[in-house]
């Protein structure tokens, strides 16, 4: 680990100390000085090198135990903002959150993901500004970007790649063309990741390996494991939707040429399809969900049925990871029970026992606010990491 020079050497690890404040809760000086073993003078140095930068504060006094009574601190979540950005086929969401994830502002528009890059990341610049303005908040607050994009990407330098339905996209530099307009780094994933991170971090910290499976037109997944996302060697890990179906008929052929795919036979377009065969007027996901919550008979066996043949690509999954959470999220997630039944049927009858133990299936609870929250978290743990803060308090007290 390098650390800037002008950090003096007795500050070194001051990153490390802060790990134990990102939770939130207050803490007296010698309450961190029993938790780390330190000195009283090194996490004295620390603590004051901390509050200097603005990313500690105090928050009132602990319990006195004779003399005056100790001052605790904790985490000014306030000190800095995320923009945190959402891109679907056809929205874009940005929010603003402060370092804890908290999201203070937050603006969804209608926006053609096939506009191109430049359009939409330009469009995504004027809303983040937009959104600034009306909290009170500049650029130069700006901790970081994280943004979510409807198709595969190379995380390390935040390029798509060959995204299906993201014309122009391939290989552009997006964290380069919004870096013009908002400084600090620019974070890109792939926008089922991110709902993955986003439901670890509101609704299951305490699971250590989630699988989040988005359903919708298309089909895929994001995996978290030990608390952090499996990206895989380039970024496709999750890509479950051209897993081939055993019981998928012959004849079915998928848009990416092969055949029996998963979602050619359990997404959106396929179930629909299959529900104007028996005369019923449905054309996309919210026309199932809608028919489903009418109760046509039709609809609801077509769901569950799409359910257990996501189960039985499932199972595999579950054997091979061992997850204890499945959360289904997108919008076919929306048609409820029917869906997460035919699921469990399924995962529970072919799994391993050992690894169905303790699992559960769920349907979403962060929604379509998985996305948003996931790109928040994913830029926080990057800029509060203990190299990141080492970094800033140096800048900060040069
Ligand atoms: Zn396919």
């Known amino acids: 680990m390098t650390v800037p020079s002008v950090l003096p050497p007795t500050l070194v690890g001051t990153g490390d100390l802060f790990q134990i404040l990102r939770d939130g809760r207050p803490k007296t000086r010698?309450?961190?000085a029993q938790l780390t073993s330190l000195a009283r003078s090194t996490i004295a140095a620390r603590v004051d090198a901390l509050l200097s930068s603005g990313l500690l504060e105090p928050v009132g006094e602990a319990a006195s135990t004779g003399g005056r009574p100790p001052t605790r601190f904790a985490l000014n979540r306030q000190e800095r903002v995320v923009l945190a950005v959402d891109l679907g086929a056809s929205h874009a969401s940005v929010a603003v959150t402060d370092l804890s994830g908290r999201v203070l502002d937050e603006r969804t528009i209608e926006s053609d993901i096939a506009d191109g890059p430049i359009v939409v990341l330009d469009r995504v610049s004027e809303m983040a500004l937009g959104l600034l303005d009306a909290i009170d908040r500049t650029v130069a607050d700006v901790a970081g970007v994280g943004i979510g994009v409807p198709g595969p990407v190379e995380h390390a330098t935040g390029r798509p790649a060959n995204p299906p339905i993201m014309p122009g996209w391939h290989d552009f530099d997006v964290p380069a063309h919004l870096g013009r307009r908002i400084p600090g780094p620019v974070l890109v994933d792939n926008d089922v990741n991110l709902m993955a991170l986003g439901e670890y971090v509101t609704t299951f910290p305490s699971t250590g390996h989630l699988l989040l499976v988005k359903v919708a037109t298309g089909i895929g997944a994001g995996i978290v494991t030990e608390g952090r996302l499996l990206r895989g060697a380039l970024g496709s890990a999750g890509d479950l939707g051209h897993v081939q179906v055993a019981s998928a008929s012959p004849d079915v052929v998928c848009r990416c040429g092969n055949i029996g795919c998963l979602e050619a036979v359990a997404a959106g377009p396929a179930i629909a399809a299959r529900l104007r065969a028996s005369g019923l007027d449905v054309d996309g996901s919210q026309d199932i969900v809608d028919a489903?919550?009418?109760?046509?008979?039709?609809?609801?066996?077509?769901?569950r049925e799409a359910g257990r043949d996501l189960g039985s690509v499932l199972a595999t999954c579950v054997n091979l990871l061992n997850p204890s959470v499945i959360v289904l999220g997108g919008k076919l997630s929306e048609a409820g029970e029917y869906l997460l039944a035919g699921v469990r049927e399924v995962v529970y009858q072919r799994s391993?026992?050992?690894?169905?133990?303790?699992?559960?299936?769920?349907g979403t609870a962060a929604g379509s606010r998985g996305g948003i929250l996931g790109a928040s978290a994913m830029v926080i743990d990057a800029v509060l990491a203990p190299r990141a803060i080492d970094e800033y308090v140096a800048r900060r007290i040069a």
């Open 292 to 303: 489903v919550a009418a109760g046509e008979i039709a609809a609801l066996q077509a769901v």
């Open 30 to 32: 010698s309450e961190l």
């Open 352 to 362: 391993l026992p050992l690894a169905t133990h303790d699992l559960q299936i769920v």
